[in-house]
């Protein structure tokens, strides 16, 4: 079977459309996982320079955390929203 036939197959095209929707997912988790990785990284630079608001900062980390993971389960559903 060539590519063209393959590109018009109806039937090739719900798998190819189910694996590029896996690999749009997997390029989605990077984004959130850089956040996450810069929200905890700052937070702990900020814990050792000024100790006193760790108390502070650990809120603010959790809530930054929060708001990045809640960016990748948007990203996990909307596949299965679009189908």
């Known amino acids: 079977?060539?590519?063209?036939?393959?590109?018009?197959?109806?039937?090739s095209v719900?798998?190819?459309?189910?694996?590029?929707?896996?690999?749009?997912y997997g390029l989605a988790a990077i984004g959130p996982g850089i956040?996450?990785?810069?929200v905890f990284g700052q937070g702990v630079n900020a814990m050792a320079r000024q100790p006193?608001?760790?108390?502070?900062?650990?809120?603010?980390?959790?809530?930054?955390?929060?708001?990045?993971?809640a960016l990748a389960l948007i990203g996990l559903v909307m596949p299965f929203v679009y189908t």
């Open 1 to 11: 079977m060539s590519i063209l036939a393959a590109a018009v197959d109806p039937n």
């Open 14 to 24: 719900g798998a190819l459309a189910g694996g590029l929707k896996s690999i749009a």
């Open 35 to 38: 956040g996450v990785g810069i």
């Open 52 to 69: 006193e608001m760790t108390n502070v900062i650990r809120q603010n980390m959790i809530l930054g955390f929060a708001f990045s993971e």
